[in-house]
C-alpha cells in the first residue's frame, strides 16, 4: 500500500496483530501502522488522514534523524570530516582534519568517554541530597537517553548524546541522577530536576525534536 503526504510517496508497512488499538510510526522512509486483523486497507488510509499531525512530526524528526546519521555532529556542532595526511585530529571552524576514519571513531570515543566522565562527577559534587558516585556506562540505546539503576549505582548514557549541546548532556545527567533521590517520574522528581536545570523542558523538546 502507498500513501501520499506532502506530494511525496510513502510505502505503507501494514502489520495486522491481535491488536485493539493502532499504531503508527516512521520506518527507513517507510510509514509502518500496526493494527488489528479487521482493519483494512481503507481504514488505515483514513487513519492516516486523521493523524496528519503527527505524521508531519515524525516525518520531521525521522528526517532530522537522518542528517544527523549521515554527518558528524560533535557537541551540538556539524563538523566537515576531511581525510588529510596529519597524525593527530585537527579542527577548524566547522572542519574535522582526520587521517581515516578509523582514527576519528577512536577519538571520538575517548571523547566521549572524557566528557560524560567530567560532567558526571560534576554534578554529583552539585547535588546536594544524598546519593551515591555511580559508576558510568555508556552504549548506544535506540530508545532512551540515559538508564539509571540503583541496584547496581549504574548510569547509562547513550553514546549519541555527544553529537549535542553540553547543555543536553547536563540534563540527561541530572535527569537519571535525580532517579537516586525519587525512583519515578513524580512532581517531586521533576521538582528536583528543575532545581539543578530549570530549563529541562526545553533540553528534554530538543532531544525528542531531534
Request: aromatic share 14%; with cysteine.
Amino acid at each position: 500500500m502507498r500513501y501520499v503526504y506532502n506530494d511525496k510517496v510513502y510505502e505503507v508497512l501494514i502489520e495486522r496483530k491481535n491488536n485493539k488499538n493502532t499504531y503508527i510510526r516512521l520506518k527507513n522512509d517507510s510509514i509502518v501502522v500496526t493494527t488489528s486483523y479487521f482493519v483494512s486497507d481503507k481504514m488505515v488510509k483514513d487513519i492516516l488522514d486523521k493523524n496528519s499531525s503527527f505524521l508531519s512530526k515524525a516525518i520531521k524528526h525521522e528526517e532530522i534523524k537522518k542528517l544527523k546519521d549521515e554527518n558528524f555532529y560533535y557537541l551540538g556542532k556539524m563538523y566537515n570530516v576531511i581525510i588529510a595526511p596529519f597524525n593527530s585530529i585537527n579542527t577548524s571552524d566547522c572542519n574535522i582534519y582526520v587521517k581515516e576514519i578509523k582514527v576519528l571513531n577512536k577519538w571520538i570515543k575517548k571523547q566521549t568517554f572524557t566528557i560524560f566522565s567530567e560532567r558526571l562527577n560534576y554534578w554529583v559534587s552539585v547535588f546536594t541530597e544524598n546519593i551515591p558516585k555511580p559508576n558510568l556506562k555508556i552504549r548506544k540505546m535506540t530508545s532512551r537517553w540515559g538508564v539509571c539503576n540503583r541496584k547496581n549505582n549504574n548510569v547509562t548514557l547513550n553514546s549519541e548524546l555527544i553529537k549535542y549541546d553540553i547543555k543536553q548532556i547536563d540534563y540527561v545527567i541530572i535527569h537519571e541522577l535525580s532517579h537516586f533521590v525519587h525512583f519515578n517520574h513524580s512532581k517531586e522528581f521533576w521538582n528536583t530536576v528543575s532545581k539543578y536545570c530549570n530549563d529541562y523542558k526545553l533540553q528534554r523538546k530538543i532531544l525528542k525534536d531531534n
